[in-house]
């Protein structure tokens, strides 16, 4: 049985995921299978796909309707033969040394459950650029960093087999944030986590992934937060970091929203949201924009779209 199962949800893929299989024949670790789940692709994954296969015994294709990653990581999960499992998405590659990396952080700290790595953006405005803070040295994440940052937990993550069978697979219903959830309902069971801060992999940046619609976004991500804390015991400290985390992403989402209204000049849509948004402790900036939008929408768009005017809960993506 190989000693670490790869997944990979694919869709749509055809453009990446040659890259994305060369990246894992290339590891130092050669002990692996790739579980790759055709998740109902039209264009040619899944002739790329069958090439790999034929030609490297360790890659393996699972194919399902188009269902989302979720649907796509749990099938994988349940036909994994691995001790470890290793996510990798179907647009992202790793350098050579990443599962030796990720594996010896296990082997030196064997209470550790979960190792979440780092990388590099590859495209976008920070392409090249660390996707989180880069360091030599792994240190374990407590429950609350987890629920504080979302970020800080990579999608590049490798766990053992005992977390999917303790906690079951991903969330089929979410088709974004899911692996949030998943690392959440981890950390809710008691597994420990660890950070391996060094960048081995290469985090792909472009406009048509899921990531890139903020709205859908938070909404998944406020529906990860609605359920742990629901799971989360009562008068349990956690409940107040969750409960204070909830505030703060309603209020992102409203900013997201109004942005999303502006930036397609549909003022009427943005004036709600930014009402709410100034009632919830936005500053008088943000109920000067609500007012605009309500009684004078020209004036609202020549403020948005005056780049050197526009305030800084608009140009920066945090509510002021």
């Known amino acids: 049985m190989p000693a670490v199962s790869v997944v990979t949800p694919a869709w749509n893929a055809a453009a990446y995921i040659g890259e994305t299989i060369a990246s894992v024949r290339a590891q130092t670790f050669a002990d692996w299978e790739l579980l790759i789940v055709d998740d109902g692709s039209t264009d040619g994954t899944v002739q790329i796909v069958e090439r790999a296969v034929a030609e490297d015994g360790r890659i393996r ?101 005992e977390v999917f069978e303790t906690i079951g697979g991903m969330d089929e219903s979410q088709w974004t944030s899911e692996d949030y959830d998943f690392w959440l309902r981890a950390a809710l069971a008691g597994f420990v986590f660890r950070k391996n801060p060094r960048p081995l992999g290469r985090y792909r940046v472009r406009g048509d992934s899921l990531s890139r619609d903020r709205v859908r976004m938070i909404g998944g991500i406020l529906h990860t937060l609605s359920k742990t804390l629901g799971r989360c015991p009562a008068g349990a400290p956690l409940r107040e970091v969750i409960e204070r985390q909830i505030r703060r992403w309603e209020r992102q989402l409203l900013l997201e929203e109004a942005k999303a209204a502006l930036e397609r000049s549909d003022v009427a849509a943005a004036a709600g949201p930014l009402r709410a948004l100034h009632a919830s402790g936005g500053g008088a900036m943000v109920g000067l924009t609500a007012w605009l939008a309500e009684h004078l929408p020209p004036a609202a768009m020549l403020v948005y779209r005056a780049r050197s005017w526009r305030p800084a809960w608009l140009r920066s993506g945090h509510a002021a």
């Open 61 to 161: 294709l699972l194919h399902q309707s188009h269902a989302g990653p979720s649907a796509a990581r749990s099938l994988a999960m349940s036909q994994a033969r691995g001790g470890f499992f290793a996510f990798l998405d179907s647009d992202d590659t790793w350098d050579p040394g990443f599962l030796q990396a990720q594996l010896a952080v296990f082997a030196s700290h064997p209470r550790t459950a979960l190792v979440t790595g780092n990388g590099y953006f590859f495209g976008g405005p920070f392409d090249g650029h660390p996707v989180g803070p880069a360091g030599d040295d792994s240190y374990e994440l407590p429950i609350t960093q987890i629920v504080e940052d979302e970020g800080v937990i990579f999608i590049m993550t490798v766990f053992r087999r």
